[in-house]
């Protein structure tokens, strides 16, 4: 396996990052760490000719946390940087658990957060979490700078809005809520190192013990993240059973559109969506009820 | 270190250099000047090759050599020297390919890149002609012929009979028939393969290759390019893993030995993990049908089994496995009446070959299962049911083999003991809440006696030189390919001479410098055959060195001269001796300068037509089934196992847990995924093989016999275990979920599928498949 020839520059400043991308264009391809990116170039899936590895730029690694602006993840910042982190263990553990789901310890020791997202891989496993805990993306260029939903990042697969001179600066997710639990949950033949054939994040707000609002978002079942918003609207006012929610993912299970490859067949695919969906509510909700309030008080504001 | 190693878990001796990247591997080797090949290879299942154009590859700068089928001598070979007319492979095509990845020409260029643009500018129509990819279609009246001396696709049928039959099954009170099916999966060894060839002056070759078999390497390279096998030297660098899949001579190794000779040039080819997936050797698919008799107290009363194997495109090593698979179906228990016929097929797929456990994973998948089905059926437990027909030592499968040694009783209550059985599978199926726990096992040879290659030299050889200084050397063909034989080999070595393992260094693997032969490594032969040859020069060695000391102290004649220490002393009166380099000195000495060197053989003769003797073993899955995704999770896997006398528990262990991985794989997730002959998941991606993530926790006892064939005792161990795992596991998914497999593998989808009711997709409808081999057809 050969790679394209192709001129690698190590800027130290963003500043330098972006001149580059002004430069090159569509020609440019940014490095984080590699581990999408090497691959596709080997297997002559892409071939820039410039190559720009944001490794040397000091401060895009850098992870946040603060009670009232929520996580801020520098572009930079590496899956196993998540999946370590106390402040990310003890108030976005679904993000953690996406995180574990990704990879093995060699690779997300590389792996960055926004390659996993800037990859557009369908069946991303960073991806589901993220988009049903609200985050945003800021997306830099020498033009300036626009921040989006990160739903909206994807376009299909391996496809996103980014222009051939934005960077995906930081991804901001929001403070932690009240009353509130998400889980991520994954399937693949394989307990480590596999693609999921199907990955299922779900968040609920609970108040007065019902649901006040909840999230489900799918990967690996659509072109890009499969948000369904019917049918977590659906689970609106409905109250947690001992098993919670027994049919609650047999909506978002026709909903979606899986194809059938050598992985899993689409039909699988879609029985699998609804079983995870009710285990990742099920966990969901357990972390939920482990706040005192979701039982009694109303929780505090309910919007993203 | 201690001087007595046997039995001690002695680290592997490579094993420092594997793990800091030290080791040499073939493409670790570079000589200057050398060119880098490449190959280019059918993408069309069956074809005629109406034109070839080599033209403008051969033009473009860089290009130091383009070979096509024409250019090499039409001889052809292949692993059956004993039977020519199964010899059916040539390097490059000849007008003709078999399957998607058949090697049509060969490149050489100034580098890697090079070599592979030229591919792309190789012109090449294919004629297209009608492919088979399964069993039956190649059986069909008026299937497509894939090789013209063999009309009817069936290359190869083996029997095997004894007893009345018709008598048993008549005597028999309860009688069933089943068939199991079993796929293709890859030997996935680490390091693909990869070849490096130097020609001299006169045309002579050395060729440093990723070989099992360096001898049968150099046989047949020799044979292919007209040279005599001494005009050939393989050299074996370090190997990562073969599990059968490299003990053939292969297309790389003569297309980079004729452009070698061609250009004067060193020429390097290193395949790709693609390539080794789409076009690489594979574990023979079949289809068994097994039928058994019991009378009502479980007492076996006969078997008839039929197998198809499916070989792909070219024999390979097919001849033997139809004979294994046949030898195999009749292990473990004592059958009164048992026949045996199978046929290997040829089909346009990537050939299969040997495979760790050769016949016997799919002889014993369907072996237990149908065992454990019958216990099912006739309210007995399945261990109980096993015991009573199991073999002891001394049976025999008429005309073919005799047990020696075996603990396979032992085995058995061992592991019910360790596993808890009795009590946990009192449980009936699909109670215990996903839980569940199973029962596979095995019996597996410890080398073959078979002489397929037509070798006119020993099966092995060892060479030691005892020098003054204190240390040996040791010379062997024997080749370790990662299962630690070089290990054991300078163990049993030490042990022998009473020196350190320190004393030992070692050569192997290379035709020209170790003693003649040695057939490689297959069959887990190496420990026993290379042990004993090893064992019979340190005695050599030590003889001479006793006859120094006996005259040194005027020893008694009765009195015994041990080695031990690093010392030739009386073993009566230990303060009679001298330093073992001493003693080599004074031998030598003595000897007028004559070094001190033994050399030994080990041919085994008289041992009937399969091996000197069987391991045996008994395995217990525990599972967790997940109703609702049908995933199985494999909890723990008990191993009672009779590998003869433990030379190095850390390397029986390892081997242990490399055929639970292996089974695993086999039993639940890995396979080929053919598609109109083109392999869908060739790659690691896609090719789901388990990691060190999903092994489950492994407790494995040994229960030691004595055998007298063995080196210390030994027998084998590195491949019997594999073929217990997958129908203990398929046991295991049983007793969780209810769902009887007889098909491999159990992927999460087709579980699901069949708790679920829906047969389709678990591909159950095959009981009405046939084994029947059809009348052969008169040969061209
Ligand atoms: C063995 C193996 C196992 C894997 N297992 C998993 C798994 O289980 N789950 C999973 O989801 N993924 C898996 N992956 C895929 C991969 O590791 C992840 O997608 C990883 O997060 C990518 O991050 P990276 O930093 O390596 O990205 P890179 O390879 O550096 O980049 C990926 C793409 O994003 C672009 N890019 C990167 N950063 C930016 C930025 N800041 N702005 C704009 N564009 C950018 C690059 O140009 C490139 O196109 C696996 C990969 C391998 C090799």
Redesign the interface.
């Given at each position: 396996m050969s790679l394209c020839k192709f001129a690698y520059h190590g800027p130290e400043t963003l500043d330098e990052v972006l001149a580059l991308l002004a430069e090159h264009g569509p020609a440019a391809r940014v490095m984080a760490g590699g581990t999408d990116l090497v691959v596709k170039m080997s297997r002559g899936q892409v071939a820039p000719a410039v190559v720009i590895g944001l490794k040397r730029v000091p401060g895009l690694g850098d992870l946040r946390f603060d009670p009232v602006h929520g996580l801020e993840l520098g572009c930079m910042t590496r899956v196993s940087d998540v999946l370590e982190h106390p402040a990310v263990a003890a108030h976005y553990p679904a993000l953690a658990e996406a995180a574990q789901a990704t990879a093995t310890v060699q690779i997300r020791n590389m792996a960055t957060i926004a390659g996993n997202l800037c990859n557009a891989s369908p069946c991303a496993d960073n991806a589901p979490t993220l988009i049903a805990r609200g985050a945003s993306v800021e997306l830099r260029s020498p033009r300036g700078s626009r921040t989006l939903p990160l739903a909206e990042l994807f376009r299909g697969p391996g496809q996103t809005v980014l222009a051939p001179d934005e960077l995906l600066l930081c991804i901001t997710v929001p403070p932690p809520r009240a009353a509130t639990g998400f889980a991520y949950l994954s399937l693949s033949q394989r307990s480590a190192v596999d693609v999921s054939a199907v990955g299922v994040a779900a968040g609920l707000t609970l108040a007065d013990g019902r649901v006040a609002e909840a999230r489900i978002v799918l990967g690996a079942v659509a072109p890009t993240p499969f948000v369904a918003t019917a049918a977590a609207d659906a689970l609106r006012g409905q109250r947690p059973a001992d098993e919670a929610f027994p049919a609650a993912g047999d909506a978002p299970a026709e909903a979606c559109s899986p194809l059938g490859d050598v992985r899993a067949s689409a039909g699988y695919r879609r029985k699998m969506v609804a079983v995870l969906v009710r285990r990742a509510l099920e966990r969901a909700t357990a972390r939920a009820l482990a706040d005192g309030r979701a039982r009694t008080a109303r929780p505090a504001e309910v919007t993203p | 270190m201690t001087s007595r190693p046997i039995g001690k878990d002695v680290p592997r001796v490579d094993g420092w250099a594997k793990a800091t990247g030290a080791a040499l591997y073939t493409d670790d080797l570079s000589l200057p000047g050398m060119l880098h090949g490449a190959l280019l290879r059918s993408p069309v299942p069956h074809a005629r090759i109406a034109h070839l154009d080599t033209r403008r590859a051969a033009a473009l700068p860089g290009v130091k050599a383009v070979v096509v089928g024409s250019d090499l001598p039409a001889v052809k070979y292949g692993n059956w020297r004993l039977v020519p007319t199964t010899q059916d492979e040539l390097a490059l095509a000849r007008g003709r390919v078999r399957f998607v990845g058949d090697e049509v020409a060969a490149v050489a260029a100034v580098d890697?890149?090079t070599a592979?643009e030229a591919l792309a500018l190789i012109r090449v129509e294919y004629e297209p002609l009608p492919a088979v990819f399964d069993l039956d279609a190649a059986m069909a009246a008026g299937a497509p012929v894939l090789h013209e001396a063999t009309p009817d696709n069936v290359s190869v049928t083996r029997k095997i009979a004894f007893g009345d039959l018709e008598a048993g099954f008549g005597a028999s009170d309860y009688v069933r028939e089943d068939t199991f099916t079993v796929q293709a999966v890859s030997h996935a060894y680490l390091e693909p393969c990869a070849t490096l060839a130097q020609a001299d002056d006169l045309g002579r070759i050395t060729l440093w290759t990723s070989t099992q078999t360096p001898y049968i390497v150099q046989c047949l390279l020799a044979s292919t390019l007209g040279l005599r096998e001494n005009e050939v030297r393989v050299v074996k660098p370090a190997v990562g893993g073969g599990f059968g899949g490299k003990m053939e001579l292969r297309p790389w190794d003569v297309c980079a030995a004729f452009i070698a000779r061609r250009t004067g040039k060193p020429v390097k080819f290193a395949l790709?993990r693609e390539e080794e997936l789409a076009t690489g050797r594979r574990r023979h698919p079949m289809r068994l049908r097994s039928r058994v008799g019991f009378k009502r107290d479980g007492t076996l009363m006969a078997k008839d089994l039929q197998v198809l194997l499916e070989g792909g495109a070219y024999n390979s090593m097919g001849p033997t496995a139809t004979f294994l698979v046949g030898n195999f179906g009749a292990m473990l228990y004592r059958y009164p009446a048992y026949r045996y016929a199978g046929a290997h097929v040829y089909t346009n797929h990537a050939p299969a070959g040997a495979m760790r456990g050769f016949g016997a994973p799919q002889a014993l998948f369907a072996t237990e299962t149908q065992m454990n089905m019958a216990a099912e059926a006739l309210g007995i437990d399945p261990i109980e049911l096993r015991l009573k027909n199991a073999m002891r030592p001394g049976d025999e499968i008429p005309d073919v083999a005799t047990v020696g040694t075996c603990g396979f009783a032992e085995c058995l209550e061992r592991v019910a003991e360790m596993s808890g059985w009795r009590e946990k599978r009192r449980r009936g199926p699909g109670t215990g809440g996903g839980k569940g726990l199973g029962i596979g096992c095995y019996s597996f040879i410890t080398g073959g006696v078979f002489n397929w290659f037509n070798t006119p030299y020993p099966f092995s050889a060892a060479e030691v030189r005892a020098y003054a200084d204190g240390t040996v050397h040791l010379l062997t063909m024997a080749s370790d390919i990662g299962q630690g034989s070089d290990t054991v080999l300078q163990q049993i070595l030490a042990e022998e001479l009473g020196i350190r393992m320190q004393d030992v260094q070692m050569t192997a693997g290379d035709t020209a410098m170790t003693p003649k032969g040695d057939l490689g490594t297959w069959g887990s032969r190496v420990t026993l055959m290379a042990g004993n040859a090893v064992l019979e020069a340190a005695r050599q060695v030590k003889e001479e060195l006793a006859r120094m000391v006996s005259l040194r102290f005027d020893l008694n004649v009765v009195q015994e001269v041990e080695l031990k220490d690093g010392m030739v002393r009386s073993k009566f009166r230990p303060d009679r001796g001298i330093p073992f380099a001493e003693a080599v000195a004074m031998a030598q000495k003595a000897n007028r300068g004559k070094p001190v060197v033994g050399r030994g053989t080990y041919t085994p003769r008289d041992m009937g037509l399969v091996t000197p003797t069987f391991s045996f073993g008994a395995q217990v899955a525990e599972v967790d089934v997940d109703r609702?995704?049908g995933?199985t999770?494999v909890t723990k896997v008990y191993t009672a196992h009779d590998c003869g006398t433990v030379l190095n528990p850390m390397a029986v262990d390892g081997q242990v847990h490399g055929c639970i991985q292996m089974g695993m794989g086999y039993a639940?997730?890995e396979e080929l995924?053919m598609r109109d002959g083109k392999t869908?998941?060739a790659s690691f991606?896609?090719y789901?093989m388990?990691?060190a993530?999903?092994m489950p926790e492994c407790e494995a006892v040994c229960v030691e016999t004595h055998d007298p064939r063995g080196p210390f005792g030994a027998k084998e161990t590195g491949e019997g275990p594999i073929s217990a795992t997958a129908p203990a596991i398929a046991d295991a998914v049983w007793h969780a979920s209810g769902y009887r497999a007889t098909g491999l593998p159990i992927?999460?989808?087709k579980l699901?599928?069949a708790l679920d009711g829906d047969d389709s997709?678990a591909g159950e409808r095959r009981a009405e498949a046939s084994c029947a081999i059809p009348d052969p057809r008169p040969r061209g």
């Open positions: - | 890697r890149d592979e790709s609702e995704t995933v999770r639940l997730s995924v869908v998941n991606l896609d789901k388990p990691g993530l999903d992927t999460a989808e699901l599928a997709i």
